[in-house]
């Protein structure tokens, strides 16, 4: 009876009514995955669940730190980057991703860049991290639901992957999308898991965004290979936009004339726009967007709010891309 409607605001409620519903859900000693499965696949489900395979450590990572991108900002923890977040493959709970994602199979990981360039190419994750010089970039990172963090992340500009792929001129947006697995990913399968999402996760960037210096693909995350929750073994990464731009475990990134579809935008168009530009001035139609709770080395109840910046923090870098566009209209 639930396979077929489209997600409704339970579905895309911020964390803490998450947090809410799955502690009485417990405390009833219900699960997500048992409200939906038939007897055997539901037993299947749950002994996955528990986390049969907890997270390989990550790989160190040899990397340039250009002192350019590596402001003084305070950084959120590693256990916070690690232990807190979305992706909702995995479950909607902010601890579901490190306690699921364990057994992601990255090895032999392959990356297809084609569509509107000269060059289409296959890469393996293997050959990417050895074609790339890598960095360290401390960015801001803001979601929007309204908590923020400070990262650094270690990857390349996407920039040098599209100008090896030589763009035609027909090319004006940058297309991506997630490994799409129901066996290894159980939210592609399950609504209850999945948050009723339309899977493969899929994502979009027009051309000069794609373009600019700043946005990133990321293959690690403090000085590690990403773990699995963060979206290893490559990720999205653009710091003047909402979380949910930076689609992870990316598998396909294709040039188009056309502007490509977004999972959040397909799932609610009045909530979440193309562009997510981080704007303390538009707010979310159920929430202000004025500040956040940023997540540092305090505990998770004693977070700080503070302001939230234009373009995060990034507006002098950004602001030109969008020059002359009304950034309510085009949220
Ligand atoms: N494939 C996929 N990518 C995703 C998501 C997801 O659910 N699936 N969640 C997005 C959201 S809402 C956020 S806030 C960030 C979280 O990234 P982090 O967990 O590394 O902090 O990932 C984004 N990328
Ligand atoms: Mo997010």
């Not at 057994?103 to 994750?125: H, R, S």
């Not at 403090?222 to 290893?232: E, S």
Request: proline share 9%; net charge neutral.
């Amino acid at each position: 009876m639930y396979k077929h409607r489209n997600p409704t605001e339970a579905d895309i409620t911020p964390e803490s009514l998450f947090h809410q519903r799955r502690r009485i859900l417990q405390a009833l000693g219900i699960t997500a995955a048992t409200l939906s499965l038939p007897g055997a696949a539901r037993a299947d489900l749950l002994s996955w669940f528990k986390g049969a395979a907890p997270p390989a450590p990550g790989k160190p990572l040899s990397f340039s730190q250009p002192t350019m991108w590596h402001p003084n900002l305070p950084l959120t923890p590693e256990d916070k980057v690690t232990g807190y977040n979305n992706f909702y493959e995995f479950g909607l709970d902010k601890a579901d991703p490190a306690a699921n994602a364990g057994g992601l199979k990255t090895e032999g990981w392959k990356i297809q860049i084609d569509g509107e360039v000269a060059k289409p190419i296959t890469l393996d994750i293997d050959d990417i991290r050895r074609r790339f010089p890598l960095e360290e970039r401390i960015y801001r990172f803001r979601c929007v639901e309204a908590w923020s963090m400070v990262i650094p992340w270690v990857g390349f500009p996407l920039s040098q992957l599209i100008k090896h792929v030589e763009p035609t001129s027909n090319a004006r947006y940058v297309a991506f999308q997630t490994l799409l697995d129901p066996e290894q990913m159980p939210g592609q399968k399950d609504r209850f898991i999945g948050g009723g999402l339309d899977y493969p996760y899929v994502e979009g960037l027009r051309m000069d965004e794609a373009l600019h210096p700043l946005t990133l693909l990321a293959v690690g995350v403090y000085g590690k290979t990403l773990p699995p929750q963060n979206g290893a073994p490559i990720r999205l990464v653009t710091p003047w936009k909402y979380g949910f731009k930076n689609i992870k475990s990316i598998v396909h990134i294709r040039l188009t004339r056309e502007q490509p579809p977004s999972t959040w935008n397909l799932a609610a168009p009045n909530e979440y726009g193309f562009y997510a530009n981080v704007n303390p001035n538009v707010d979310h139609p159920r929430w202000s967007q004025a500040s956040e709770r940023f997540i540092g080395s305090g505990g998770l109840l004693n977070v700080q709010r503070q302001p939230t910046l234009l373009f995060n923090g990034y507006a002098d870098q950004v602001a030109s891309l969008y020059n002359g566009m009304d950034l309510r209209e085009n949220f």
